[in-house]
DNA sequence: GCGGGGATTAACT
DNA sequence: GTTAATCCCCGCG
């Protein structure tokens, strides 16, 4: 039986976000992703990388919104899309080493409408999960806000990111993540 | 200050 | 395939 409270217990340490951007969106696969009484486990990622990577938020260097992005990972970082969707990021690497994931889409577990679409697409999830800009720079070391140890997927999917026709080259990296087959994926190759 | 664009979504034709 | 909704942030002056 899953639970908030047993997630709780399986919560993952700032340490494990101290790797590479594309290193942690393939390991948040399959981890839970807890917002108050609501979990999800999470289906669809992206890395985005530093400066060099064309379609991060990094490419201008830190910002006053971005430069949350050049601290440690295992921080949130929440911002507002085409002024209506917010997009939730999970920061990645050691402090000074600029990069994030974004989640993507999340298949409900706790306290969520069940139908597979309710968190397809990164707008979508985090509707669905009530998360906001007040939730922008939180360590995920919280008791609110937290990712989890839950099940290993067993296929994983590699493809270019969406929505980054923009960044020339970068576009066609291999930086996005998903579990083969999952209902929840917001596209398919 | 001002102007332009965007890591999207749903509802069109 | 196309388009509207909607607003904060960034770059430039």
Redo the contacts with the bound molecule.
Sequence with gaps: MISVASLRSKRLGARWFHRDPATIARALLGCALVHGDRAAMIVET?A?LGPEDL???????P?????V?FGPGGVS?V???????Q?F?IVAGRDGEPG???V??AAPLVGLDPDP?TL??????TKAMKIG?AQDRVPLIDDALFVARHARPRAIAVGP???????RDWAARPLRFWIEGHASV?KVR
């Excluded at 379609?55 to 201008?60: I, V």
């Excluded at 911002?79 to 969707?85: I, P, Q």
Aim: charged share 20%; net charge positive; aromatic share 14%.
């Design positions: 992206e985005y379609a991060s938020h990094a490419r201008f260097g910002t006053s919104r971005t430069s992005m970082y911002y507002l899309c085409y002024g209506m969707h997009m990021n994030a994931v974004l993507r889409a679409g397809r697409g990164p707008g979508k999830l800009r990111r969406i929505g980054v026709d923009y960044a917001s």
